[in-house]
């Protein structure tokens, strides 16, 4: 007896093609109500990020950016994507509209959680796999995220890679400002920063921090990027600059409900403080941070 293998990637072509000629708006259009009762009953609020995988036109993005959630649509129908765009541009609702293969995320996603919980083998061996199948099913988004997660976990997790990741983190710039995406270009910008900062090369951590920031947009984005700033001023015993722009990603961060940038940013501004022979403002900010590692179950972080 003999197998066929299945050519999944020609069926996605048809598939996509037969998205991409049809009149969906005609039907989707209809399902507008389905998708704010979805919002709803999901209790979606302010602060929330929510994927909308397989979004179309983009009915369920748009429901959670009406009630202020950082919303994101994912599909491979160029003209659908097209199609949500315009709709948030007319409702003046601040969605991002991603082309990519949805079977890549859950490697992604798996790669960055194990990261996150200290299996560092496991999660650089996910992230790999996510920028070959991204790389596979042509799809530039996806790929220039994969990247630049791969990149920050080779730099943060383990020590002495900062090299590869730097390089890995140069090409998901590269592929990110190819396919016009602005949050993924941020990260890279942000992480090649910390990467001169960490080898002690202060000028040109400022140059890629300053271009990180021209970029960014969200309060998430401005914490992060202020906390890696305020490390690099720690660095050139510069504590005045260092507090101020530490207090702001920490402050930043709490607004935004971004907890882990928050216990960051209270890290290094521990340690500015223990380099200034303040022990006691040093012993409480670290106890903060801890405080926030531990709610947050951020398990790498703890020392």
Same mark, same amino acid.
């Given at each position: 007896?003999?197998s066929?293998a299945?050519?999944?990637?020609?069926?996605?072509d048809k598939q996509r093609?037969?998205?991409?000629?049809?009149?969906? %708006?005609r039907v989707?259009n209809?399902?507008?109500?389905i998708a704010?009762?979805?919002?709803?009953a999901?209790d979606?609020?302010?602060?929330?990020?929510v994927l909308?995988?397989?979004?179309g036109? !983009? $009915?369920? /993005? #748009?429901?959670?950016?009406?009630?202020f959630?950082d919303?994101?649509?994912?599909d491979y129908?160029? $003209?659908? =994507?097209?199609?949500?765009?315009e @709709?948030?541009?007319?409702?003046h609702?601040?969605? +991002?509209? =991603?082309?990519?293969?949805?079977?890549a995320? %859950?490697v992604?996603q798996a790669?960055? /959680?194990a990261?996150v919980?200290g299996?560092v083998?496991? !999660?650089?061996?996910? &992230? @790999?796999?996510?920028?070959?199948e991204?790389?596979?099913?042509?799809d %530039?988004?996806?790929?220039g *995220?994969?990247?630049?997660? =791969?990149?920050s976990?080779l730099?943060?997790?383990?020590?002495g890679?900062?090299?590869?990741?730097a390089?890995? &983190?140069?090409?998901?710039?590269q592929?990110a +400002?190819?396919?016009?995406?602005?949050?993924?270009?941020v990260?890279?910008?942000?992480?090649?920063g910390?990467?001169?900062?960490?080898?002690?090369r202060?000028?040109?951590?400022?140059?890629? =921090?300053?271009?990180a920031?021209?970029?960014a947009?969200?309060d998430?984005e401005? /914490?992060?990027?202020?906390g890696?700033r305020?490390m $690099?001023?720690?660095g050139?015993?510069?504590y005045?600059?260092?507090?101020?722009?530490l207090?702001?990603s920490v402050?930043?961060? /709490?607004?935004?409900?971004?907890h882990?940038?928050?216990?960051?940013?209270?890290?290094?501004m521990? *340690?500015?403080h223990?380099?200034?022979d303040?022990h006691s403002?040093?012993r409480?900010t670290? @106890?903060q941070? #801890?405080d &926030?590692?531990r709610?947050e179950?951020w398990?790498a972080?703890? %020392?």
């Amino acid at each position: 007896m003999t197998s066929t293998a299945v050519d999944f990637e020609a069926i996605k072509d048809k598939q996509r093609a037969g998205w991409e000629t049809g009149d969906y %708006p005609r039907v989707g259009n209809t399902l507008q109500i389905i998708a704010e009762l979805l919002a709803e009953a999901a209790d979606v609020r302010t602060d929330q990020r929510v994927l909308d995988v397989a979004c179309g036109q !983009g $009915n369920a /993005a #748009l429901a959670a950016a009406r009630r202020f959630a950082d919303a994101t649509g994912v599909d491979y129908a160029a $003209n659908l =994507l097209a199609q949500g765009r315009e @709709r948030a541009v007319a409702e003046h609702l601040p969605v +991002t509209f =991603l082309k990519g293969d949805a079977e890549a995320l %859950p490697v992604l996603q798996a790669g960055r /959680a194990a990261i996150v919980a200290g299996a560092v083998d496991a !999660g650089l061996k996910c &992230l @790999r796999r996510a920028v070959a199948e991204a790389e596979q099913c042509q799809d %530039p988004v996806l790929r220039g *995220r994969a990247l630049s997660a =791969l990149g920050s976990a080779l730099v943060h997790a383990i020590r002495g890679r900062d090299e590869e990741g730097a390089i890995v &983190l140069h090409a998901a710039i590269q592929v990110a +400002t190819e396919a016009g995406d602005r949050t993924t270009s941020v990260v890279a910008h942000r992480e090649l920063g910390f990467v001169e900062v960490q080898a002690g090369r202060r000028s040109t951590a400022a140059s890629w =921090l300053v271009k990180a920031l021209a970029l960014a947009e969200t309060d998430a984005e401005h /914490a992060a990027i202020l906390g890696v700033r305020g490390m $690099n001023s720690s660095g050139l015993d510069d504590y005045p600059a260092a507090f101020e722009r530490l207090g702001a990603s920490v402050e930043l961060a /709490a607004a935004c409900g971004d907890h882990r940038q928050q216990a960051w940013s209270l890290s290094i501004m521990g *340690r500015a403080h223990l380099l200034r022979d303040d022990h006691s403002q040093a012993r409480a900010t670290v @106890r903060q941070s #801890l405080d &926030l590692v531990r709610q947050e179950r951020w398990i790498a972080f703890l %020392p």
